[in-house]
């Protein structure tokens, strides 16, 4: 195949013929533009030039390959006729580059509101607005958190706890914490090497990753620098198209990976606002190619942008087809009552995952911890219980080992951390994963100790108090680390007045 010279791709820079080069190829996206998740508006800013530095934290490697017929892939570039362009170093970037000089060192670091602080103060705008934000007036990402304050401990005393240990095993994998990295979209957005930081780090510290579907590397990418035997789970969003997602559930269980934590409370994404605010394309890019366009809308953010395949049409009729094109554990993430746990378990799922989606779905949904407690009392009540064959994991606004203490203590097999670790690498790449992780056993050893319990078995009900689990109003103790990382929403902004 010969190679296409950029002045051959600068000739396709219109809406009825548009070439884009990515990772040095060349692409017809013409009929795809209106497909595109994130509109046609983000494409054709780069129609006839190279979009790869807008593609990149977006998607994984390998998404257009997927995504765009054969015959639309048009060739390689002539490396003889790229321009290289120094970047321009921005005022932005000049001092995005003095605050990650300034960070706090990161034995300074004391626990994971730390990174988050960190994080909101380092990365860009668009990034802190996709990783932070929730759906509507944010109240269940703040009750996620709130939640924990209303459980309280009884601890017992004079046992000998001079050895303590929080290993466990979570779906047959051993892992040296009761906790697992739930999946989260997008890691490129807020280091270069995107997801690849948690991996490595869980290697090196015996800890399971969730690998999401929307990572920016690609699943491959992300297997491929799993240590040999390193356990991994993956978390699916079903596409429409089922031909996709059993092709790519079986790649991954031939892979290696254990479990297949299936995504079920997101038919439809939830609205975001604080992402929404943040514009996909700069409003005031006035090239020629992106006027007379009906039907975009501008204010979906990056959210809006990679979810469009996602199928609302899911149902429990869908279980039984999983269950006939894999052996991987099927857990279903998602769940909020007793009545869809009970169905879960008699579907033939291996677990539930109580979460809200970070508080990103539905908001004034109760948290997972608080749901804990009523889908336990239903699932001993099927009975049995606690049964080896069935987990029950919790997510959401998880940020101390004494949150996942009170977690297990209420009945949870494990406990999934998802924005502790996200925030982690983004401050701090790896080693700030591989620090977050170091806090956790630390604390995991504090807190065992004071609260008499030498293994996580010995971990049971009546270590905590969670009678005031289900007062929503009332007095709860203000958790000020989260509060000061906490960015209150805001409202539509005037545009400067010419006066």
């Not at 979009?51 to 977006?58: D, L, M, N, S, W």
């Not at 290696?256 to 439809?268: C, S």
């Not at 953010?301 to 991987?328: E, H, Q």
Request: proline letters at 5%; hydrophobic letters at 40%.
């Amino acid at each position: 195949m010969s190679l296409i010279p950029t002045s051959a791709v600068a000739e396709h820079a219109s809406r009825d013929s548009c070439w884009i080069i990515v990772h040095s190829k060349v692409y017809d996206v013409t009929e795809f533009l209106d497909e595109h998740p994130g509109g046609s508006k983000i494409i054709l800013k780069y129609a006839g030039g190279d979009a790869t530095e807008a593609y990149e934290p977006i998607h994984p490697p390998n998404a257009i390959l997927d995504n765009l017929p054969i015959e639309k892939h048009i060739g390689a570039i002539d490396p003889n006729t790229v321009v290289k362009v120094v970047k321009q170093v921005t005022e932005a970037d000049k001092r995005r580059q003095a605050l990650m000089d300034a960070r706090p060192p990161l034995d300074e670091i004391l626990n994971l509101h730390d990174f988050e602080a960190v994080a909101k103060v380092v990365l860009p705008e668009k990034a802190w607005a996709y990783y932070s934000s929730a759906s509507d007036d944010e109240i269940t990402i703040r009750e996620n958190r709130a939640a924990f304050q209303r459980v309280w401990f009884r601890p017992r005393i004079l046992r000998d706890v001079s050895s303590v240990d929080w290993s466990t095993t979570i779906l047959g994998c051993k892992s040296s914490l009761p906790v697992y990295i739930s999946a989260t979209a997008l890691g490129k957005l807020g280091h270069p090497d995107g997801e690849l930081n948690l991996t490595r780090a869980a290697a090196k510290h015996g800890v399971i990753q969730m690998i999401p579907t929307l990572a920016s590397c690609s699943f491959d990418e992300i297997v491929d620098a799993a240590s040999p035997g390193q356990p991994l789970f993956l978390q699916l969003y079903v596409n429409r198209d089922r031909e996709i997602t059993k092709k790519y559930v079986q790649h991954a269980e031939k892979r290696g990976v254990k479990a297949l934590f299936i995504t079920v409370d997101a038919p439809q994404l939830g609205r975001r606002e604080k992402d929404m605010r943040m514009k996909s394309v700069d409003d005031s890019a006035g090239a020629k190619v992106q006027e007379n366009q009906s039907g975009v809308k501008k204010d979906q953010g990056v959210s809006r942008a990679i979810s469009s395949f996602i199928d609302p049409s899911l149902s429990w009729k869908d279980i039984p087809w999983f269950r006939s094109i894999t052996n991987m554990h099927i857990i279903l993430k998602g769940v909020s009552t007793p009545e869809d746990a009970i169905l879960a378990y008699e579907a033939g799922c291996q677990g539930i995952v109580l979460s809200n989606h970070g508080g990103r779905q539905l908001d004034t949904s109760r948290s997972g911890l608080e749901n804990l407690v009523d889908i336990v009392a239903a699932l001993k009540q099927r009975g049995p219980w606690p049964n080896p064959n069935f987990s029950v994991f919790v997510d959401g606004g998880v940020r101390r080992a004494s949150d996942v203490i009170k977690a297990l203590a209420l009945g949870a097999s494990a406990v999934g951390i998802g924005r502790g670790f996200l925030y982690a690498f983004s401050s701090y790449g790896q080693e700030g994963v591989e620090r977050a992780i170091e806090i956790l056993r630390d604390e995991f050893e504090m807190n065992m100790r004071l609260i008499g319990a030498r293994t996580i078995s010995e971990i049971v009900p009546d270590m905590v108090d969670a009678s005031a689990l289900h007062s929503h109003v009332g007095i709860t103790p203000s958790d000020n680390l989260y509060n000061g990382t906490y960015q209150p929403l805001g409202t539509a902004q005037f545009r400067q007045a010419k006066l």
